[in-house]
Every structure is written in structure tokens, then in C-alpha cells.
């Protein structure tokens, strides 16, 4: 069964500092694995996606994840934080099972960008 | 470009009331799903259609029914409504293997 942890429910970063949130995976086939973004009181938009091939992974509005199959890890970046960041981002994996794809989210980890 | 359309947005109701939540996609896409987000727990499947004509259990799917209408669209029901259904809903769509696109969510209250 697949599955995933997101480290910390919230986080806290200062204007113009490091985002790093933190996904681990476990999942039985080779994964495919995603990152959303939920602002409030709208539904999820994709942020990027790793599936095979390269294993840094560039999104839209300059965040970017590495995938490690040695770690078990798909952490989620973005080198300065913005305001428009404060959002709340769903780590997920994903495995065809039965002609449809299953899709395990983690919990969530609310981004709170401190001016 | 309306991708995934759900109706309504917002809905309250008493116990015991039915209700059915509507959800349209525009993609051509064959699988669509139905979810239900509550607050420290992420996404919870609830039933999902595979293609047209087909639908299956998620992990939620107590208390809830399903319909493919048609391609386009994926109906969810709650035939007498607890308050522990009280949660926010979302529709999504996809093509296997590729993303899933969500709607903006149906806002659920059970009083």
C-alpha cells in the first residue's frame, strides 16, 4: 500500500527566505508523485510532477523538488518565499491500480510567510 | 477554460435531509473522482468512476452514492445527511497517469 508523510503541519518562513517542505513516500511500484497547492476556499492546482527521468523537478512559480528513491524523499523547494506563497500544499503519490489512478495525499503542511 | 465545475458552492442542511453535489468536467478526460477534505486528515477518497459506465468504493464511501451520468459528469449523493458528513467536497478529473484537475469545492454543513 502507498502512502505518505508530510513533516510538519505548519511552517513559518520570512519574506525572501528558503521554503523547504518535506514529503517522504512509501509506495511498492515505481511512483509518480506530485505536489498541490490549495489557497484558501479554492480547490487544488498542480505545482509539479516527477514521473520517470530527470529527478529535479521544476514547477510553476519557482519551486522545484528532487526526487531520492535512496530517501524515500520528494522535498519541495523554492529559494526565496513570497507573500503570495502563504498557502497550504498536498505532497501526493500516485499508482495506476485497475484502470484508474490511485492517488494517496499526505496531510498537508500550511505555508505561513512572515513580511 | 472551466476545467472541473462543481455546484454548489456552499450548502447547509438539517439531518436526514438528501442532497446530491453536481460536478462537470470540460477535458474529455475518462476518470473522475470525489473527495472529501477535512481539516488535519488531507484528501479522503470517497468513490471514483475509472471511465464511463463503471464506479467503485474509495476509502470513505459510507453513507454516500455515486452516479457517471455521462462522461462529462459525476454526481455524489447523500441519501440522509449525518453532521459528520459536515466537510468540504471536491470533483477531480484526470487521464491515467496524468494530474488530476479539481474543482473549487462544495462547501457542506449538517446541522
Known amino acids: 500500500a502507498q502512502s505518505v508523510t508530510q513533516l510538519g503541519s505548519h511552517v513559518s518562513v520570512s519574506e525572501g527566505a528558503l521554503v523547504l517542505l518535506r514529503c517522504n513516500y512509501s509506495s511498492s511500484v515505481p511512483p509518480y508523485l506530485f505536489w498541490y497547492v490549495q489557497y484558501p476556499n479554492q480547490g487544488l492546482q498542480l505545482l509539479l510532477k516527477?514521473?520517470?527521468?530527470?529527478?529535479l523537478v521544476k514547477g510553476i512559480n519557482g519551486f522545484e523538488a528532487e526526487f531520492k528513491k535512496s530517501e524515500t524523499s520528494f522535498h519541495l523547494t523554492k529559494p526565496s518565499a513570497h507573500m503570495s506563497d502563504a498557502a497550504e500544499y498536498f505532497c501526493?503519490?500516485?499508482?495506476?491500480?485497475?484502470?484508474?489512478?490511485?492517488?494517496?495525499f499526505g496531510t498537508g503542511t500550511k505555508l505561513q510567510v512572515i513580511p | 477554460n472551466a476545467g472541473v465545475t462543481q455546484t454548489p458552492k456552499f450548502q447547509v442542511l438539517k439531518t436526514g435531509q438528501s442532497m446530491t453535489l453536481q460536478c462537470a468536467q470540460d477535458?474529455?478526460?475518462?476518470?473522475m473522482y470525489w473527495y472529501r477534505q477535512d481539516p488535519g486528515m488531507g484528501l479522503r477518497l470517497i468513490y471514483y468512476?475509472?471511465?464511463?459506465?463503471?464506479?467503485d468504493k474509495g476509502e470513505v464511501p459510507n453513507g454516500y452514492n455515486v452516479s457517471r451520468l455521462n462522461k462529462r459528469e459525476f454526481s455524489l449523493r447523500l441519501e440522509s445527511a449525518a453532521p459528520s458528513q459536515t466537510s468540504v467536497y471536491f470533483c477531480?478529473?484526470?487521464?491515467?497517469?496524468?494530474?488530476?484537475?479539481f474543482g473549487d469545492g462544495t462547501r457542506l454543513s449538517i446541522l
Open positions: 468512476s475509472a471511465s464511463e459506465g463503471t464506479t
Open positions: 501526493a503519490v500516485s499508482e495506476n491500480s485497475g484502470g484508474y489512478q490511485k492517488v494517496t
Open positions: 516527477y514521473t520517470t527521468g530527470a529527478t
Open positions: 477535458m474529455n478526460h475518462n476518470s
Open positions: 477531480a478529473s484526470s487521464e491515467a497517469q496524468q494530474p488530476q484537475h
